[in-house]
T-cell receptor
Framework: GAGVSQSPSNKVTEKGKDVELRCDPISGHTALYWYRQRLGQGLEFLIYFQGNSAPDKSGLPSDRFSAERTGESVSTLTIQRTQQEDSAVYLC????????????FGPGTRLTVL | AQSVTQPDIHITVSEGASLELRCNYSYGATPYLFWYVQSPGQGLQLLLKYFSGDTLVQGIKGFEAEFKRSQSSFNLRKPSVHWSDAAEYFCAVGLIQGAQKLVFGQGTRLTINP
């Protein structure tokens, strides 16, 4: 595809429910990143994939957060038992991988937990 | 820990005036440096980047930035702003070794007066 795509663009859920957010990286990009952007804040790193392994999960805020990646393609970020503080925009980015420093961002998924 | 500081949360300038957005970073070596722009409802778009070499880098939309090692700064400039430049601007640091994540500043919101 032309760019990084994410779905859904908006998600409203009730506290305690599980949600899945999807990211389709640019074709050929082996590295994939998830970030979180709370209202009025900068981006916080969550997790980085190289291929389908995750060498850096240091930004995941709790064990309610998990992510997986199928091959060098789609990634899913799962938040279990959502809390109101999980409300944010979740952004995905991809890059060419090792040595590919420039990251290309998707439009994000706006998550609202009621 | 690496950090990025954007001292100005909100800046207002008149259309046609010059602009400078400040960015300071804390890192043990020279990192990769980026400026991204985020317009309302849009994803992040890369304006420019610095990896090495000439410390004055040119970007898209008439923006430029200057890397000053002695001041650990990477300020963004534009000689004459246009109303369409109103957006949120983020400075980011890419780490050369280890994790490939970007560390972002909190952002500067730019408002343009007609």
């Amino acid at each position: 595809g032309a760019g990084v795509s994410q779905s859904p663009s908006n998600k409203v859920t009730e506290k305690g429910k599980d949600v899945e957010l999807r990211c389709d990286p640019i074709s050929g990009h082996t590295a994939l990143y998830w970030y979180r952007q709370r209202l009025g804040q900068g981006l916080e790193f969550l997790i980085y994939f190289q291929g389908n392994s995750a060498p850096d999960k240091s930004g995941l805020p709790s064990d309610r957060f998990s992510a997986e990646r199928t091959g060098e393609s789609v990634s899913t970020l799962t938040i279990q038992r959502t809390q109101q503080e999980d409300s944010a925009v979740y952004l995905c980015a991809s890059s060419l991988g090792r040595g590919g420093i420039e990251q290309f961002f998707g439009p994000g998924t706006r998550l609202t937990v009621l | 820990a690496q950090s990025v500081t954007q001292p100005d949360i909100h800046i207002t300038v008149s259309e046609g005036a010059s602009l400078e957005l400040r960015c300071n970073y804390s890192y043990g070596a020279t990192p990769y440096l980026f400026w991204y722009v985020q317009s309302p409802g849009q994803g992040l778009q890369l304006l420019l980047k610095y990896f090495s070499g000439d410390t004055l880098v040119q970007g898209i939309k008439g923006f430029e930035a200057e890397f000053k090692r002695s001041q650990s700064s990477f300020n963004l400039r534009k000689p004459s702003v246009h109303w369409s430049d109103a957006a949120e601007y983020f400075c980011a640091v890419g780490l050369i070794q280890g994790a490939q994540k970007l560390v972002f500043g909190q952002g500067t919101r730019l408002t343009i007066n007609p």
